[in-house]
């Protein structure tokens, strides 16, 4: 298929419009957000990382505010029983540790809705002495307000962070090849860049491709178009 402006035009509504945070976009806020917390002069004890998204922004945040003590918890949507649930919940529980005197700083990369970080406030709130939550980016109509918040998008828009760029894109290509029945790497690279307004590299795309394809999930034809199994 040889995709003209009226083709994408049709394609650009099944997909968010989108952001893309570089490494020096997220460690700039993460830097932001190290500041504002040390002006309200709050020095946490133990800072957690939300797993997965909260990982890597509350390690780098520990360096920043020079603290040596980081643990998780991890929320999700997916349920062993359930399969895929609605509501977020907690998956892996905290170490056994005790938190009761301790200042606890919660740190995630993204607020949508908020419901996770509601439940994840739930769950600490009775388990530590103090708790205060930073998180990187906060959708401007969701339910949750953190105590930090470098970046409040107004508009809605989905956000790629560098540590979870291969999984969103695992999903993303995985859209378009379901709503187009195949497409050539090149065919990909534009409907998502044209429907998304952020920029893609073809090693991205290949990486992303080649996981699907060692799971089983896609084929390649002769011309080289890859379609879903």
């Known amino acids: 298929m040889s995709w003209n402006q009226s083709d994408l035009d049709k394609m650009k509504s099944k997909f968010p419009e989108a952001i893309r945070l570089s490494w020096e976009d997220a460690e700039d806020l993460i830097w932001q957000m190290s500041e504002s917390i040390v002006h309200a002069k709050y020095d946490p004890d133990v800072i957690i990382g939300i797993s997965r998204g909260g990982l890597v922004p509350g390690r780098i945040l520990a360096d920043y505010l020079q603290k040596k003590y980081l643990c998780t918890i991890q929320m999700g949507h997916w349920d062993e029983s359930k399969g895929f649930t609605d509501n977020s919940h907690l998956v892996y529980p905290l170490p056994d540790i005790n ?31 103090n708790l205060k939550v930073a998180i990187l980016a906060r959708k401007a109509d969701s339910k949750y307000t953190p105590s930090y918040c470098p970046m409040v998008l107004e508009e809605w828009r989905w956000i790629f962070f560098p540590w979870s760029t291969h999984e969103d894109l695992l999903a993303f290509v995985e859209k378009v090849l379901r709503v187009t029945g195949g497409a050539t790497i090149e065919e990909i690279i534009r409907i998502l860049e044209y429907s998304m307004d952020v920029e893609f590299a073809i090693p991205e795309i290949e990486r992303a491709l080649l996981d699907m394809k060692n799971s089983g999930e896609i084929v390649v034809d002769k011309r080289k178009k890859w379609r879903l199994v």
């Open 99 to 129: 938190l009761k005197n301790k200042k606890v700083l919660v740190v995630d990369d993204v607020c949508d809705v908020g419901d996770t970080m509601i439940g994840v406030e739930k769950y600490l709130t009775p388990r530590v002495g």
